[in-house]
């Protein structure tokens, strides 16, 4: 797949980099992306991901704007209130990069519709805001072999990880969240620069992995607390008996 003109001066800041180049910048057009919630993480990974040049995006979320999103989904104005997020997104993207394809799905995703929705990526970012559908994603990116990209802001605390066959997200959160969204933003409140630090984490993430720069990143979760401002990371151990991935 090769870049025209126009393509090569808009990303040129990005082609002169060594780690990127313009076989790397070829990749990023070539890669399909699957982005789980247009919220606060989806606010970040959307313009991130589209201004980068990401050549397929699809924007998954079944909600409408509301007023308490504004101060943590920049996507969005006012104006949009009531209106459907995975439209404004594709409208915000077409503004911004009319090079990448954009497709929104209204529809909220769960495990009966996870697989069917996932199927055909390189990648899926889950931006979504509760344990239940990230555990759906996760274990529907396990059972078709997408790599998933975990990202979650809540409070003041953030996280981000890179799931690739074993260990997967559900090693991680244990089989206890299925039911119910227990850590649901609105009841536990986050901070608006929290969601756009961590999104954008989560972006620059999925960009050295489409590209190849640095290390494997899977099996590895960044974890940001707002008070310190600080990143650590933690190694996720493979769960043998994980419902997803295990032998069990
Ligand atoms: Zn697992």
Redesign the pocket.
């Known amino acids: 797949m090769s870049l025209s003109d126009q393509e090569l001066e808009r990303y040129a800041r990005h082609i002169v980099l060594p780690q990127v180049g313009g076989v790397g910048q070829r990749k990023l057009k070539e890669a399909r992306i699957a982005v789980v919630g247009a919220g606060g993480i989806g606010s970040a990974v959307i313009p991130a991901l589209a201004g980068a040049g990401v050549g397929q995006l699809t924007i998954i979320d079944d909600d409408v704007v509301e007023l308490g999103n504004l101060h943590r989904q920049p996507l969005f104005r006012e104006r949009d209130a009531g209106y459907s997020k995975a439209d404004l997104a594709l409208q915000f993207v077409h503004r911004l990069n009319h090079f990448v394809k954009a497709t929104p799905i209204q529809q909220r995703i769960g495990t009966e519709n996870a697989q069917q929705l996932l199927t055909g990526y390189d990648l899926v970012i889950d931006g979504s805001d509760n344990f239940a559908t990230r555990l759906a994603v996760s274990d529907a990116c396990?059972g078709i072999g997408v790599p998933l990209l975990s990202a979650a802001a809540v409070q003041f605390q953030g996280q981000v990880g890179l799931f690739r066959g074993?260990?997967?997200?559900?090693?991680f959160v244990g089989d206890a969240f299925d039911a119910g969204d227990c850590d649901n933003c609105a009841e536990l409140g986050v901070l608006g620069a929290l969601t756009g630090t961590v999104g954008n984490f989560a972006a620059l993430l999925a960009i050295n992995f489409i590209v190849g720069i640095g290390d494997d990143p899977a099996g590895k979760l960044h974890l940001f607390t707002g008070e310190k401002l600080s990143w650590r990371e933690i190694r996720i151990p493979?769960?043998p008996a994980?419902?997803?991935?295990?032998s069990a």
């Open positions: 396990v074993k260990p997967c997200y559900r090693c493979a769960d994980c419902g997803a991935c295990g």
